[in-house]
Structures are given as structure tokens and as C-alpha cells.
């Protein structure tokens, strides 16, 4: 099993920064990725950055040039780096992890931007 604890979010102003955790332990195998994912209410999950374990990454269009995901390997955790966060960023974001023939969902961390 995978078990997966995301943090990170809180309150932030518009055009202000958070980073979000995504720690990872368990039954993690060397080929996998971790993807965040965020949701509003009523709306569909949407993909919003994911990383490799061979640190190959994408990111969905909205978030190009202000969101920046990595991953520290010896410590199982991958960051999402949000700047310039609007008030459309405001969701409950997920991480996903894939790998070894497990898939894991966090528990979600919420992300609120005042205008």
C-alpha cells in the first residue's frame, strides 16, 4: 500500500505564493508519478502538474510560468510551488500517486485566494 499526507494550502491574497507537500510512504517502487489534482465544488478534478519518478514533468496550460512541481526523492515528498495565485486557483487540492501497481489519493488541502 501507498498512503499519501498532502499540506501546504491556506489563505493567501491574490499575486501571493504557497507551497504545497505531498509526502509519500509505504510500498513506493522506483518507476511511478505524482500528479496534483485540484476540485471546486460542482466542477470536474482537474489535472494540474504532475512529476515522474525520472523528474519529467507537465503542467496543465492555466498554471504554465507560475506553478513549479518537484520532488525530493530521499524523502519521498513532491512540492508544488504556486505563485501568482488568482482567485480561479481557489480549490481542494490532491496528490495522486501511481506506481508498482498501487494508486493512492491525499486527503486534499484546501487553497483559498482573496481578491
Known amino acids: 500500500q501507498v498512503h499519501l499526507v498532502d499540506s501546504g494550502g491556506g489563505l493567501v491574497q491574490a499575486g501571493g505564493s504557497l507551497r504545497l507537500s505531498c509526502v509519500a510512504s509505504g510500498s513506493i517502487s522506483s518507476i511511478n508519478i505524482i500528479t496534483w489534482y485540484r476540485q471546486t465544488p460542482g466542477a470536474q478534478r482537474e489535472l494540474v502538474a504532475g512529476?515522474?519518478?525520472?523528474?519529467?514533468?507537465n503542467y496543465a496550460d492555466f498554471v504554465k510560468g507560475r506553478f513549479t512541481i518537484s520532488r525530493d526523492k530521499a524523502e519521498n515528498t513532491v512540492y508544488l510551488q504556486m505563485n501568482d495565485l488568482q482567485p480561479a486557483d481557489t480549490a481542494v487540492y490532491s496528490c495522486n500517486f501511481i506506481g508498482g501497481g498501487f494508486r493512492a489519493w491525499g486527503q486534499g488541502t484546501q487553497v483559498t485566494v482573496s481578491s
Open positions: 512529476i515522474t519518478h525520472s523528474g519529467s514533468t
